[in-house]
């Protein structure tokens, strides 16, 4: 199906709700749309009240339409899409802003988009299992959002909202099968230990075998063995003290992801695709590589109702250990000319982060706003190791690079909103920022007469720099009728500077690149429509993006990084639900995006101006569709997913080898629940039709390989739960 057949499908399949509804009386309200509260703002709000573009998942949106990864989140945010070397270094881009690839490898450098759960900036070593959280709900902040949260997010954010500890006994245990030998297995609770301390805790286990063979070793590869664990304690000793005290670790062990080597048999006459197998669910590497994590997270939340307004302070602790072995070309090491480059690598991060912000109304509630500070300070250790193996004797050579980056980030920042006349709202706000990273580098070579590349000599350098920036926001919103907001609005946003992940000198390695800001001007609408039957939510937006990081492979070397454009993106939105009758629903999105680099700088990297910006899909389309009843008291409820989204660079070049085709995504999910509502039997499956979709594609230009890891073929299964 191509996007314009899809657009036209989704427009229809619009329109015939919206001529289903019409009908209905306004007493006949049972199928209303549900209310859905976000703290897009950093206070509890409406979705429908906030002028925030925001995407929002609801713990019951999640369950239903099996949500169990950030891919699928952002499979089904409009504007929303990433890219992963492997399961752990993910890049993520929202509205074309996002980080380049090797950014992530780099001990100094920052997301553009960035994950943050329950408040807490989660900057390194990827983000906790969903399966870790007993989550409340996901949302999707598009745009910059440099003025309320704890760490500049030039492209946007997504934010992990827990449930707390409440005053309820609750038991949920949830058993899962599937293919791929997959099994699961994930306990939550919660109970009251008196009338003001409450607690909750939960764990998983999450197994199956690899989606991808090694013929090399015979072993199954892209594996998954996850633990988790998390736990809340809140202890509530007044009406106006609210203190929460939670932890969570993700524990992941799995073989490595491997890329599949598509080779050029004309080069050469194909010498360098002997020992390749061309099916690309099968790698031929010398090793299998290796993923091991473990990720703690300890917060404290506290809020004090003050007769100044409410209070909050938020702490944050964050513990990641990671080692990973990767070959790179997933080849043979022979016959002649079959190299290979292997990268190994440890990092040890620490994170601690404190936040301290006071949330007011004033004249009957005309004048509400916030104030506060941050801090966040980051010690960094990385080491990587880089083995480049060649069948001719004596050429074989290791280097390794060890960095120590200690960064800081200090912050005050302050919005308010001011109800001008009734229905007319005036919102400014601006965050002052501070930020200075100190790095230890050193470059020095093992093994070899003159290789690897490109450490032509040791280095033990140091650098540092520090950066300042001052991030507005100003915003109008109107209130025309009761259920139709429209808002318009601008918002800078900023992301530091850094270092380089592996560099060739130590002059290179000590010169950081700069930061990257953006100029975003949006004007939107929030309605609700037909007794509250239809909710319809637009957006027109355009960003003016400078200094752009961007990334370049060099071949035999590694990814560097600098600051070499300017970007202009324009776009629009559209997410609509519909419940033109009680158990159907209806929903989705529409994004259309165009980012392209107005001026690209010349050099190394070549001139790519005129280009879209790597992981920007001009179209992208979803819909989902469900609808629940009722048999002999048992409850059925049934769902399926349809995403569509254009083609999509992974780089700046544009190479029409290093892109994504356009691509569709089916899921389903058929779910029996028993009358008591306790029991619950839901048949799932993604990926129905077996799309093979990159997550990114590095394109090696001396032997014309290129190197392609994939999201997971079709899966399907079985999940039980039973609650109390």
Request: glycine share 8%; net charge negative; with cysteine.
């Amino acid at each position: 199906m191509t996007m314009r057949h899809a657009a036209g499908v989704s427009l229809t399949a619009l329109a015939a709700v919206l001529a289903l509804a019409a009908p209905a009386s306004a007493q006949d309200r049972t199928n209303e749309i549900e209310e859905l509260i976000v703290t897009a703002q950093r206070v509890e709000e409406n979705l429908q009240e906030v002028p925030v573009a925001v995407t929002a998942f609801s713990a019951a949106a999640l369950e239903r339409s099996n949500i169990e990864t950030l891919a699928d989140v952002a499979n089904r945010t409009p504007g929303f899409s990433m890219g992963q070397v492997d399961p752990i270094q993910q890049n993520f881009a929202i509205r074309g802003i996002g980080s380049a690839q090797g950014i992530s490898q780099n001990a100094g450098g920052d997301p553009s988009v960035v994950v943050f759960v329950d408040g807490i900036y989660a900057g390194r070593g990827g983000t906790p299992d969903l399966d870790a959280l007993d989550l409340e709900r996901v949302e999707v902040l598009r745009g910059p959002q440099g003025t309320l949260f704890g760490k500049n997010t030039v492209g946007g954010l997504v934010q992990f909202v827990t449930r707390k500890p409440r005053a309820e006994t609750a038991l949920r245990i949830q058993g899962q099968v599937g293919n791929y030998e997959r099994r699961a297995l994930n306990v939550r609770g919660n109970v009251a230990l008196s009338e003001n301390v409450f607690v909750a805790a939960g764990a998983s286990l999450k197994q199956r075998d690899g989606y991808e063979f090694n013929q090399t070793t015979g072993n199954r590869v892209n594996d998954e063995d996850l633990k988790t664990l998390h736990a809340a304690v809140r202890f509530e000793p007044t009406e106006a003290l609210d203190i929460t005290l939670s932890f969570d670790a993700t524990d992941q062990d799995q073989k490595g992801q491997p890329r599949d080597n598509i080779c050029d048999a004309t080069l050469r006459g194909g010498v360098h695709c002997v020992g390749v197998n061309p099916d690309p669910r099968v790698m031929n590497a010398w090793t299998d590589g290796k993923i091991r994590r473990l990720l703690k997270t300890y917060r404290a939340e506290v809020n004090w109702k003050t007769p100044f307004g409410v209070l909050t302070s938020l702490t944050g602790l964050r513990d990641v250990k990671l080692n990973y072995v990767t070959p790179f070309f997933s080849n043979p090491v022979n016959p002649p000319n079959q190299i290979e480059s292997t990268e190994t690598g440890h990092e040890k991060n620490q994170q601690f982060s404190q936040e301290v912000r006071l949330a007011f109304d004033l004249w009957d509630e005309r004048l509400r706003g916030q104030v506060g500070a941050y801090y966040l300070i980051e010690d960094n250790n990385r080491t990587h190791w880089l083995l480049q193996q060649f069948p001719t004797p004596g050429l074989t050579g290791l280097a390794v690079y060890p960095q120590t980056v200690d960064a800081t980030s200090a912050a005050i920042f302050g919005q308010v909103s001011f109800e001008i006349i009734p229905a007319l709202t005036a919102t400014a706000g601006a965050r002052m920022t501070w930020e200075e990273k100190d790095g230890h580098f050193i470059g020095r070579k093992l093994a070899g007469p003159g290789l690897p590349p490109p450490l032509a000599a040791d280095y033990d350098v140091r650098g540092s720099e520090s950066w300042e920036a001052f991030t507005p926001r100003f915003a109008l919103d109107w209130r025309p009728m009761e259920d139709v907001l429209v808002y318009a609005s601008a918002a800078r946003g900023f992301k530091s500077g850094g270092f380089q992940g592996i560099a060739g000198s130590g002059v290179s390695q000590q010169t950081p690149y700069d930061p990257e800001f953006a100029w975003s001007y949006e004007v939107g609408a929030k309605t609700q429509w037909l007794q509250d039957r239809v909710r319809l939510n637009g957006a027109f937006f355009r960003t003016e993006y400078e200094d752009l990081q961007v990334s370049q492979l060099v071949p035999l070397c590694c990814v560097v990084v600098g600051n070499a454009a300017t970007a202009k993106i324009e776009g629009a939105e559209v997410e609509f639900l519909a419940t033109p009758f009680a158990g159907l629903q209806v929903d989705g999105s529409y994004a259309w995006l165009n980012a392209k680099f107005e001026s690209f700088a010349t050099g190394a990297t070549g001139n790519f101006t005129g280009n879209r910006l790597p992981r920007s899909p001009e179209h992208k389309l979803n819909l989902g569709v469900q609808y629940a009843t009722e048999l002999s008291g048992w409850g059925l409820l049934a769902r399926a997913d349809y995403s569509n989204q254009s083609k999509m660079y992974f780089e700046a070049s544009n190479l029409p080898t290093q892109k994504q085709e356009g691509h569709i995504n089916w899921d389903a999910r058929l779910a029996l629940t028993s009358p008591d509502e306790r029991w619950e039997l839901a048949l799932w499956g993604k990926n129905l039709t077996d799309e093979l979709v990159a997550t990114y594609v590095t394109a090696f230009a001396p032997y014309r390989q290129l190197l392609v890891p994939y999201t997971p073929p079709r899966t399907y299964g079985l999940t039980l739960t039973w609650k109390m």
